[in-house]
């Protein structure tokens, strides 16, 4: 994750929208459903998930044998495995070592019976590619991080500003979400709207983003 969006930043599957976790939740019962703690917190945007590392992990565990779907929750800690009705244990147990090479953890007890419950409200939740909305706030986040890190040191008005920070955002956005046609350098994209001295305000406000993205420094309050 931290060389994925390092990349995009220094250098510059799919989007299906699948039905909602309300709509599935109304033929699934408790019995069918496994969830997982996760790491998938996104290091830019704590309070989301990161759509980028958890797709994969999502879309792969849909070709698993026994699993009919799977799901992320909003704050990127839990993954929901909803089984085949066919399932049986060894199946469940196959896939349930297969995550646990992912650091996830699967839940039992109070903590289990509450993140069912939880996934069962239908709110929240993200089936596969659907996380690639989370990969989008993401996007438009860090945008606005790097257009007010510029702002802190140099004057822009507030029409390069709004524009920088949209073309940031749908950079970022094809790029996290494996849409992009080719390599996009933020700082080319930002000519348009900033001189060279301000060129070197950005590229030192890139190298605070992918310090956040390593966890080497912590995410602003501003957000």
């Not at 945007?45 to 699993?67: F, N, T």
């Not at 909003?74 to 929901?80: D, K, L």
């Not at 690639?132 to 890190?149: C, K, M, Y």
């Not at 992009?180 to 406000?205: C, F, M, W």
Request: aromatic share 6%; with cysteine.
């Amino acid at each position: 994750m931290k060389t994925y969006l390092m990349t995009v930043l220094m250098s510059g599957l799919l989007y299906a929208p699948l039905a909602s976790a309300a709509e599935d939740a109304a033929v699934v019962t408790a019995d069918r459903v496994s969830v997982f703690k996760v790491p998938l917190v996104c290091p830019a945007a704590p309070w989301i998930g990161c759509g980028g590392p958890s797709k994969p992990i999502l879309l792969d565990l849909e070709r698993q044998l026994g699993v009919l779907e799977a799901w992320l929750n909003r704050a990127g800690t839990r993954i929901a495995v909803v089984w085949k009705p066919e399932s049986n244990a060894e199946t469940r147990r196959n896939v349930a070592a297969e995550l646990k090479e992912d650091h996830a953890m699967e839940l039992d007890g109070k903590s289990r019976d509450e993140a069912v419950k939880d996934f069962l409200s239908g709110k929240g939740w993200y089936r596969g590619a659907e996380v690639d909305r989370l990969s989008e706030e993401e996007a438009g986040v860090i945008a606005a991080r790097l257009v007010r890190w510029v702002q802190a040191k140099t004057p822009l008005a507030k029409d390069k500003a709004e524009g920088l920070e949209r073309t940031f955002t749908d950079v970022l956005r094809k790029d996290l979400t494996g849409k992009s046609t080719g390599p996009n350098r933020l700082e080319d994209v930002a000519r348009q709207y900033l001189d060279h001295e301000q060129i070197k305000i950005l590229k030192e406000a890139i190298k605070d983003e992918v310090a956040i993205e390593n966890a080497e420094r912590p995410v602003p309050k501003e957000g």
